[in-house]
């Protein structure tokens, strides 16, 4: 299994736009940028057009939609209210002096979760329908949703016969990722008609590498034979597969590590250890 573009996109939930390691990333063939209104205090869009917009023509931007200032100023409050929605996509594209490639709802689940299934599916439509018709309006050049648990967008999908049909769909992936997650995920991207090559990836790492598990875990078994790769770099490769998706969007701001993450995309593995892991952790109790 080895396929030669693997789509390494860089996230900026960490950390902001450093010029030096955007430059890097461009020389490195990493070709996208994922961001998000709210991030790093809804400074990052300003950041990116600031530091790096004759930069970010040679980049796939995506950003999201849905985390808004609270009127206290305290910390982003979620939102699925389509008014706000496309005031923060225009503003998105102003602030990026950039149209971007791709505007994700963020994390609908936040919202839909507190609902009974009519409203949640009403709610979920009416946003979506904003960011459909943002699209037609030249605001951004695809739209999406971004899922950290899909559980709850499924169940909104699946109360009616749909027509919500998002461009791409970006989900956790990799060996953190539980297996409903993992399997809702798949069914909800095949509800709505998104395939393999329209669902991203985010967070192959779970946000770090620290947890002392990354530490002993062996991956060695995953691999096809004779290679010799790090535990970062077999866990991103993996993530590609976890479920499959076409980009993942990976934090870092080291570029050794972007580096070492490129490399890895080249990596063979053995897929019969990859059908036997998704039985074993859908047996798990
Ligand atoms: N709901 C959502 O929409 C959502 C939620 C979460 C994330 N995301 C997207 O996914 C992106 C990535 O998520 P994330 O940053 O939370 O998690 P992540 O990519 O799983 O983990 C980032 C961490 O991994 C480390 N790392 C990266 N490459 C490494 C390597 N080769 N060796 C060792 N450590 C390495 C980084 O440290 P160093 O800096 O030291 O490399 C950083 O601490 C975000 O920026 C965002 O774009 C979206």
């Known amino acids: 299994m080895c396929r030669a573009d693997r789509g390494v996109v860089l996230g900026l939930h960490r950390s902001g736009p450093d010029r030096d390691l955007l430059e890097h990333a461009l020389s490195l063939g990493v070709r996208g940028i ?7 205090g809804f400074t990052t869009h300003r950041a990116l057009a600031r530091t790096a917009a004759d930069l970010l023509g040679d980049f796939t931007l995506s950003t999201k939609v849905g985390y808004f200032l609270s009127d206290t100023g305290e910390r982003p409050v979620h939102s699925l209210d389509p008014a706000r929605l496309r005031a923060a996509v225009e503003r998105s594209a102003d602030d990026l002096s950039r149209i971007p490639d791709v505007v994700f709802l963020h994390n609908p689940e936040v919202t839909l979760s507190e609902l009974d299934p009519t409203e949640s599916y009403d709610r ?15 605001l951004c050049g695809a739209w999406g949703i971004a899922t950290w648990d899909p ?18 769909v970006l989900l956790r992936a990799g060996l953190s990722v539980a297996a409903p ?17 329209h669902r991203w990836g985010m967070s192959p790492f779970a946000g770090s590498m620290a947890d ?4 002993v ?12 790769w790090s535990t970062p770099q077999a866990a991103f490769r993996l993530a590609y597969e976890l479920p499959s998706v076409a ?6 701001s080291n570029p050794a590590h972007l580096r070492e993450l490129v490399a890895a995309t080249a990596m063979r593995l053995n897929s019969a250890a990859l ?11």
């Open 181 to 197: 997650i993992l399997s809702v995920g798949e069914s909800l991207c095949r509800t709505m008609g998104v395939n393999t090559q």
């Open 275 to 285: 059908v036997r892991y998704r039985e074993l952790i859908n047996e798990a109790p």
């Open 212 to 215: 002392p598990a990354w530490g």
């Open 247 to 252: 980009r993942i969007a990976v934090g870092t």
């Open 217 to 228: 875990v062996d991956l060695r078994a995953f691999l096809a034979s004779d290679q010799d």
């Open 124 to 138: 979920l439509a009416a946003a979506c329908a904003t960011l459909s018709e943002a699209s037609r309006s030249g």
């Open 34 to 40: 994922d961001t998000a209104y709210n991030y790093q």
């Open 151 to 168: 559980r709850p967008v499924a169940a909104a999908v699946e109360h009616r016969v749909s027509d919500i049909q998002p461009h791409v």
